[in-house]
């Protein structure tokens, strides 16, 4: 399959502070990215699709403002959580798709996640 | 209202007997995908077993099928000889139409399985 990365993997920053993730599609163009965001021992929540070149559509209830979502290539998207703070500490996975049909089990592939911590 | 119910926080089974994880899910939209995902201690989301709504049969793969009862909308998911490694978080997750990796998945609360000797 497909492989996405994220990047960190793991980030502890001190709260009011701007923290940016990286999600890249190493070996396929990625039209499509989803953000998740998973706090301890619950589900996947889905915060954002984002789409090359057009603005995130946010799901309800995520602030836009606080969590900007950036996907300037078909290889790269970013999520910055601005003025961080305790509460936003959790762990963000995101998957990327090409858009395509096909086999569909393939179409969404998931980053390893970034566990972030807020001080 | 819930599009994704597993009803099982946690799950014990004895290494290499089989073991049934549920699922229920609820759409209108005639055109739909199941999901199911492994999701270890490490975090990284491993995709497991997909079943279209339209498939006729119960998707296998390996060790895992799909106990897929439309009628009663549900999608079960079977592992059978459970491994110690098959210890993890399990979550259903839907995607509404069929095609197109730009459907939006939705995930179930997820089942905790722990594989015992």
């Known amino acids: 399959g497909a492989v996405v990365s994220q990047h960190p993997s793991r980030v502890i920053c001190k709260s009011g502070t701007s923290v940016k993730i990286e999600c890249r599609s190493l070996?396929?163009?990625?039209?499509?990215m989803f953000w998740y965001r998973q706090f301890p021992k619950q589900s996947l929540m889905l915060m954002a699709t984002s789409n090359e070149g057009s603005k995130a559509t946010y799901e309800q209830g995520v602030e836009k403002d606080k969590f900007l979502i950036n996907h300037a290539s078909l290889t790269l998207s970013t999520l910055t959580v601005t003025s961080a703070h305790p509460e936003d500490s959790s762990f963000y996975i995101c998957?990327?798709?090409?858009?395509?049909?096909?086999?569909?089990?393939?179409?969404?592939?998931f980053g390893p996640g970034t566990r972030l911590t807020v001080l | 209202a819930q599009k994704i119910t597993q009803t099982q926080p946690g799950m014990f089974v004895q290494e290499k007997e089989a073991v049934t994880l549920d699922c229920t899910y609820d759409t209108s939209d005639p055109s739909y995908g199941l999901f199911w995902y492994k999701q270890p201690s490490s975090g990284e989301m491993i995709f497991l077993i997909y079943q279209g709504s339209y498939d006729q049969q119960n998707a296998t793969e390996g060790r895992y099928s799909l106990n897929f009862q439309k009628a009663r909308k549900s999608a079960n998911l079977v592992i059978s000889a459970s491994q110690l490694g098959d210890s993890a978080m399990y979550f259903c997750a839907m995607r509404e139409g069929l095609t197109g990796g730009g459907n939006k998945l939705t995930f179930g609360t997820g089942t905790q399985l722990k594989v015992e000797l």
């Open positions: 070996d396929f163009q990625a039209t499509t």
């Open positions: 998957s990327a798709s090409n858009g395509v049909g096909g086999r569909a089990a393939d179409e969404q592939f």
